[in-house]
Every structure is written in C-alpha cells, then in structure tokens.
C-alpha cells in the first residue's frame, strides 16, 4: 500500500517560514520523480517543485523560484519544501506527489503524477 504522508503545515506570519515533508512508504522512493503543488479554493492545483528520482535535477515553477527548496533524502524515504519569505497569496493547501522515473518534461502536470499526499494547510497571515 502506497502512503504519502504529509506534515509541517500551519500558521505563519508574512515574511515567515516554514518546512513541508513527505514521507513515502510502499514504494521505490529511489526511483520517483517528487514534487509539490498547491490548490486553493476553486482553483486547478499549480505546480511548485519537482525533484527528479536520481536528485541531479530540479525544476521550480516561477511562483517558486528563489523562495522554495526542494529536496530529498533517499535513506528515510522522505521530500522536503522549504519556503522563505512567505506571503498572504501563498495560503494554500500543500499537496506532494510521486511520479514513477522519467523526465521533468512535464513536471507541472497534475495529471502526470502516480500519487499524491493528503495535502497540508499553510496559512499565511498578514
């Protein structure tokens, strides 16, 4: 049974920070693409981050770049997101999701990821 189990979510103030993790079980970890995304209310989830299986490549969509981290730690099955200088717009409910191998190619494709996590609320106040 595939689990993706996410935590670090919660409230912080604008310019805040916060750790999301995702520990993976029921799968080889080593060899899925892991990325994140996010969805609010009525809105399709956009892609943050993906990290590829072999952890030599990465991929930040613009909401991302120079404020998220992804990374990885194969040995305790788990993804991270770290996010610095959080905003009110970035209050959201955070989602990872495993992709088997491949390329980045289509990182931003919801519909291209195996599994997802339960999602996690981040909450950013003003």
């Known amino acids: 049974q595939v689990q993706l189990v996410q935590s670090g979510g919660g409230l912080v103030q604008a310019g805040g920070s916060l750790r999301l993790s995702c520990q993976v079980s029921g799968l080889l970890f080593s060899r899925y693409n892991m990325g994140w995304f996010r969805q609010t209310s009525g809105k399709e989830r956009e892609a943050l981050a993906t990290e590829r299986w072999g952890g030599r490549d990465t991929v930040y969509s613009n909401i991302a770049k120079g404020r998220f981290t992804i990374s990885r730690d194969n040995v305790v099955n788990t993804v991270y997101l770290q996010m610095h200088n959080l905003q009110p717009q970035d209050t959201a409910t955070y989602f990872c999701?495993?992709?088997?191998?491949?390329?980045?190619?289509?990182?931003?494709?919801?519909?291209?990821?195996?599994?997802w996590g339960q999602g996690t609320q981040v909450t950013v106040s003003s």
């Open positions: 999701a495993a992709k088997w191998d491949g390329t980045l190619a289509r990182y931003n494709d919801q519909h291209d990821y195996d599994y």
